[in-house]
């Protein structure tokens, strides 16, 4: 079985109040488009932040209201979902565009979302291999679709009242700098969840991804093809769900004694699945403090970013009574499907 924890991170709305949040430069930014796009769980409405001409760090500042009565105990992630770090030559100060490079993103975050106050690292490998369609038109790597999630995980408890504020720090390397010294960072969605745990059963587990696009034969019979769609799923078969994890409370005698009724469960991941993506995160690593972030803790931040899907369950979150069974005392298996579009 399974040695593998992984989470499935939702939040019953937007995790801050609308009409609350703003983002704002910070350090070495010269201009942010479209402030609200952020905020948005629709990946296509997307903020775009412009550092200085030859920054080689710079940082924004996002605030915003929390919902979080009732959250207080529940542990969190947060992700950046959805980022593109492009990068461009210089020609009498002004961005080469037809010079566009897409930088691996290295991140720091703090916050005072959750209980750390400790600064974060996360890495994520961008998508540097291009390809070319038939009208030579450059398009992202299949393989990231051009975008990656930065993810903190395990970032503790919302502990810090309703207001909460995120500092994004991004940092190049001199070299980069030196030789693409314009830069843009894309930004697709601040996501901030409820962590469920999962264990998953290792032979379930499947991951794929597929372009959906047009295809058809002229009548020259040349095969031409559209711009495509990135599609990725990944489906398993989560094991040893308890029956806490499925209503949120713990059953005793011939009545509810609802001790824990705020514990993450599987009918709100269900009920939010209706209006707000879910993030799946097969391979979520902890908390890493940006200070003793080694090599091999960049490889598994970047790792996380690969295989995470933000998207929508496809199909039913099937249950079945697992191996042990004992009425109310039964653990369960779910079968899901989980899929992501950009």
């Known amino acids: 079985m399974a040695t593998q924890n992984s989470i499935i991170s939702y939040t019953s709305q937007p995790y801050y109040d609308s009409g609350t949040a703003t983002i704002a430069g910070y350090t070495a930014v010269s201009s942010i488009e479209n402030t609200g796009g952020i905020f948005d769980p629709d990946l296509s409405n997307y903020t775009t932040v412009v550092p200085n001409i030859s920054a080689a760090t710079f940082a924004v500042k996002i605030d915003f209201n929390k919902q979080s009565a009732h959250l207080a105990t529940m542990d969190l992630s947060l992700g950046f979902i959805g980022c593109s770090l492009l990068t461009y030559k210089n020609s009498g100060g002004s961005p080469v565009l037809d010079s566009e490079f897409s930088e691996n993103v290295n991140a720091v975050m703090s916050s005072n979302v959750g209980a750390l106050a400790s600064e974060l690292a996360s890495y994520a490998h961008n998508s540097q291999d291009n390809i070319r369609t038939f009208n030579a038109t450059a398009m992202p790597s299949v393989i990231s679709g051009g975008r990656a999630n930065v993810l903190f995980n395990g970032i503790g408890y919302s502990t810090t009242g309703t207001t909460a504020t995120v500092y994004l720090t991004i940092t190049r390397a001199a070299a980069d700098v030196a030789a693409r010294p314009h830069a843009r960072l894309i930004i697709g969605h601040l996501f901030v969840g409820v962590d469920i745990p999962v264990q998953i059963d290792p032979q379930s587990f499947s991951w794929t991804m597929n372009v959906e696009n047009q295809r058809f034969v002229a009548r020259d019979f040349g095969a031409i093809s559209s711009d495509g769609t990135l599609v990725k ?110």
């Open 233 to 342: 799923r990944s489906a398993g078969e989560i094991i040893k769900i308890p029956n806490n994890k499925l209503i949120g409370s713990i059953v005793s005698a011939v009545s509810p004694n609802i001790v824990a009724s705020n514990v993450p469960n599987y009918f709100d991941l269900i009920k939010v699945n209706t209006s707000y993506p879910l993030l799946f995160n097969p391979y979520p690593l902890g908390p890493v403090v940006d200070s003793t972030m080694t090599i091999n803790e960049a490889n598994m931040t970047a790792r996380q970013n690969f295989f995470s899907i933000y998207g929508f369950m496809d199909d039913p979150l099937e249950l079945l009574v697992g191996e042990y069974r004992d009425g109310l005392n039964s653990e369960y298996r779910a079968r899901f499907r989980i899929v992501e579009t950009r």
